[in-house]
């Protein structure tokens, strides 16, 4: 094997980089900071025949106890920064950034259409592969371009060659989103600020905070056995809420959401997500759909892996 680029470090600890604080270590691992040297670990990935990874915020990742191989990326310094065009209403984001600074950049600047943002707690690139929604927003809507890198190097592309679905693009392992620009419209900063703080109070109210959590953990099901209940609704209705197996639980705040008690496992999460699937199933007849991204041999049932 080559030696691996500037940057590049070996075994890697990635549970700090996940929400629920969960997993082992990367085999290599880079902050990459700017376009080139993301380029760059991604060439020397393709060289070497090494799977690539990416964690952003870490809201809905498991990675496996045993450790990833091959190459995890995180966009830091320049592909994390939030730009604002006030004469083309668009913000030019890194893939790094964060989606709730994203939208408060939004706000400041009197610009609406992202304030859904609050209340993902993710990155642009992340946000972009799952074209995120939330709170009746979505992603692709305001989607003007992202920049795309891979091995081969910088592409550009717009909204429609990504094939943007509910909670998923066409976007292919191995493709990074370094960048995205979102275009907005104009409106009293007042009135998007106190919509930001609206959804804030949301949040708050119906969902965990402050401690380790795994995001939204299972998609609103479109099944019309739901009787247009939700996934927290449906768990809850089917005994989940607060159940526990080994270091981790379903909150009791939120029933779709998972806290880490301490001490779990991945092993412990796939093993709660598998026993709140299956009671849903047996009580509705209803399939929920993991919001799961894995790195590493995490023990996904095989029809969890879907899109």
């Not at 730009?83 to 989606?99: F, K, N, P, Q, S």
Request: hydrophobic share 40%; net charge neutral; with cysteine.
């Amino acid at each position: 094997m080559s030696d691996p680029p500037t940057g590049v470090r070996r075994d890697y600890p990635l549970a700090r980089l996940t929400t629920v604080r969960t997993g082992g270590p990367a085999e290599f691992f880079i902050r990459a900071a700017n376009l080139e040297e993301l380029r760059r670990a991604l060439a020397w990935a393709a060289s070497e025949q090494l799977q690539v990874g990416v964690v952003g915020s870490g809201s809905n990742l498991l990675v496996a106890d045993e450790g990833v191989r091959g190459l995890v990326v995180k966009l830091d310094g320049e592909l994390s920064k939030i730009e604002v065009d006030h004469e083309d209403e668009t913000i030019l984001c890194g893939g790094g950034a964060r989606l709730p600074a994203v939208a408060a950049a939004a706000a400041r600047a009197g610009l609406s259409g992202v304030e859904f943002g609050v209340n993902i707690p993710g990155t642009v690139g992340g946000a972009v592969r799952m074209n995120a929604n939330a709170y009746g927003g979505v992603l692709a809507s305001v989607l003007a371009w992202a920049e795309v890198v891979d091995a081969a190097g910088v592409e550009r592309r717009p909204p429609e060659s990504l094939r943007f679905a509910y909670r998923r693009s066409a976007l292919r392992p191995g493709e990074v989103v370094a960048g995205a620009a979102f275009k907005l419209k104009r409106a009293p900063g007042a009135q998007v600020r106190t919509t930001l703080a609206d959804m804030r109070s949301r949040r708050r109210q119906a969902q965990p905070s402050g401690i380790k959590t795994f995001g939204s953990t299972f998609k609103n099901p479109e099944d019309p056995r739901a009787d247009g209940r939700t996934a927290g609704q449906l768990l809850d209705l089917a005994g989940c809420r607060g159940l526990c197996i080994g270091g981790v639980g379903f909150s009791g705040k939120h029933a779709n959401f998972i806290e880490n008690h301490g001490d779990a496992t991945t092993a412990d999460v796939v093993e709660l997500l598998a026993e709140g699937r299956r009671r849903v199933r047996e009580r509705f007849g209803v399939e929920l759909e993991p919001e799961v991204q894995a790195l590493g041999p995490v023990p996904l049932p095989e029809d969890w892996r879907r899109g």
